[in-house]
């Protein structure tokens, strides 16, 4: 059966910026969906004005691996839905967190720390260098690789050491950022990926969409057995 995945946006900048939709005319979701259905994974969207942002109970528990893109209307995403989307990573749901998602606050509850981190927008460039290159999430690409133009992120990195760093980025005015990071939580796993600033093309780019195809095969659940916690009678008989 293929990867179930569904695609989640928040969707604002789209509707207020015409700058946003020359990029992204029918959101940044339906790009993101294009190249994974192209894939041959099974791909849904959802996005913050639908009824429960679209993440009810039922197509979370019908989604393998969620990816999440929101910036500025992070305090409207329900906490309801965030402690629903919680509960299916930990019992094996993937996440993939993309670029200003680093605020979400799915993001922040999993990681347990601020997020924060530090910016610019002036459209430099950025190198994205491959560290892991044995990692699946590497598969396919070259040593490094280069995104034209970028709203810059830099260290510090408020978030948990990553269980595996797959990218580190250089940016043309000096900062350095750990863009590619993989985590554990409970059964899921989670990979947030920086790069995906609105205004620029970034989605649309072949080397950004082969780190996220990689990234859904990477996150999806490996139907390994839910771990049942609490006392237990020994195996073997004690004396
Ligand atoms: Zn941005």
């Known amino acids: ?37 192209a894939q041959g994974f099974a791909v849904r969207t959802a996005v913050l004005d639908e009824p429960e942002h679209g993440l009810t109970q039922e197509v979370l528990d019908n989604t393998d691996v969620l990816i999440w893109w929101g910036h500025m209307a992070h305090k ?11 509960q299916r990573v930990l019992d094996g749901m993937g996440l993939i967190p993309l670029h200003s998602a680093h605020f979400s606050k799915i993001f922040k509850k999993l990681m347990g720390t601020t997020c924060n981190l530090r910016w610019r927008e002036v459209g430099e460039k950025e190198r994205i260098w491959v560290v892991e290159p044995g990692h699946p999430i590497a598969a396919g690409l070259p040593p ?16 948990p050491a990553p269980d595996t760093l797959v990218f580190m980025s250089w940016f ?7 863009s590619g990071c993989c985590y554990h939580r409970g059964n899921g796993r989670i990979f947030y990926f920086r790069p995906g600033h609105e205004t620029y093309p ?30 237990v009678d020994p195996l073997e008989p004690l004396a």
Not at 172 to 178: I, N, Q, T
Not at 207 to 212: A, C, K, N, Y
Request: aromatic residues 12%; proline residues 5%; hydrophobic residues 40%.
């Open 1 to 37: 059966m293929s990867i179930r995945v569904t695609v989640w946006n928040e969707g604002r900048h789209e509707q207020r910026s015409e700058r946003v939709r020359s990029v992204y005319p029918d959101g940044i979701h339906t790009v993101i969906a294009q190249f994974l259905s």
């Open 76 to 86: 409207e995403v329900s906490d309801a839905v965030v402690e629903r989307v919680y």
């Open 144 to 159: 490094y690789f280069e995104v034209p133009q970028v709203e810059m992120y830099g260290e510090r990195f408020d978030v």
């Open 172 to 178: 043309a005015g000096g900062e350095v950022f750990r």
């Open 202 to 231: 970034i989605y649309h780019q072949p080397e950004i969409q082969q780190v996220i195809v990689n990234a859904v095969k990477w996150a999806a659940p490996n139907n390994g057995h839910l771990p049942v916690f609490g006392k």
